[in-house]
């Protein structure tokens, strides 16, 4: 009977730690889609005027939605609509940006999606 209990709750508890795990991958995943950065050091990166700031400001703040929203669907799915959104984030980037400030935000933009794991 002792064993029995014994095993019972050891069983629980490697239930417990796996499922733990599990989330704890699901946020770090989740994590990665989180695209928010510090718009003053992209300001100042790209040397973007207050006009060009304010409209970076509003495109980005789009493109971490989308990004966020894409985090929560299936792989392949997921994949898809992350695509949708870096083609219509620089759309829009190069619309609002000249194109020495447009290919550091390219740049940028790379090294971030890399250093995430997205690319």
Not at 51 to 61: F, L, R, W, Y
Not at 69 to 88: G, L
């Amino acid at each position: 009977m002792k064993k029995m209990i014994l095993t019972v709750i050891a069983l629980m508890s490697m239930t417990m730690t796996f499922a733990e795990n599990e989330n704890t991958n699901s946020m770090n995943a989740t994590a990665a889609y989180d695209m928010t950065v510090n718009m003053n050091k992209l300001g100042q990166a790209l040397g973007l005027s207050k006009d060009q700031m304010e409209g970076v400001a509003e495109i980005h703040k789009t493109f971490c939605a989308e990004m966020l929203f894409a985090a929560q669907y299936s792989k392949e799915e997921r994949d898809k609509m992350v695509e949708k959104a870096i083609k219509k984030d620089l759309a829009y980037m190069d619309y609002m940006l000249n194109k020495d400030q447009y290919r550091k935000y390219v740049m940028l933009l790379n090294v971030t999606l890399h250093n995430r794991g997205l690319k």
